[in-house]
């Protein structure tokens, strides 16, 4: 697989042990592997991919997946989530995706009642951030 390969280390925290969230199993898990798909593969060789679950809010639980890559291109982060959106010609070019995947996810997530967040820290990496109200049952 492209962690090992890639020399990555995956960890993961939680802040609140004692979340719970009632979600879809099969959605949520493919929401999880796109994001934690994109982090590996944007990465540098050796870099981390950090996964947080933080129920520090009264209003809204997180589940955030962070890299250290190369972060996005501000020009176009305020469409993240377009279909068939790619942060450069180098990456489709590669056959390393076709722009699909934090489109599906957000979809995914707005189907929920939830939000897909996507920060992005030049040079320094992206936090993509599940975000899940408390108040319903998703």
């Known amino acids: 697989n492209d962690i ?3 020399n990555m280390n995956v960890s993961r ?3 609140n042990a004692d979340c719970q969230l009632t979600v879809d199993k099969r959605l949520i898990e493919q929401v999880l592997i796109n994001l934690i798909s994109n982090a590996v593969k944007f990465s540098s060789v050796g870099g981390e991919v950090k996964i947080d679950l933080a129920d520090d809010s009264e209003e809204f639980v997180d589940i955030c997946i962070s890299d250290q890559g190369g972060g996005i291109d ?13 942060g450069s010609a180098q990456i489709s070019a590669d056959g390393q995706g076709a722009g699909l995947g934090l489109s599906i996810s957000k979809k995914i997530m707005e189907a929920m009642g939830g939000e897909l ?3 992005s820290r030049l ?7 599940m975000r899940f109200p408390k108040t319903e049952t998703l």
């Not at 040079?123 to 951030?129: L, N, P």
């Open 117 to 119: 967040i996507i920060e």
């Open 123 to 129: 040079k320094q990496g992206v936090d993509a951030r």
């Open 74 to 86: 501000p020009k176009i982060l305020d469409r993240i989530g377009e279909p068939f959106l790619v």
């Open 13 to 15: 925290a939680t802040s």
């Open 4 to 6: 090992s390969v890639r």
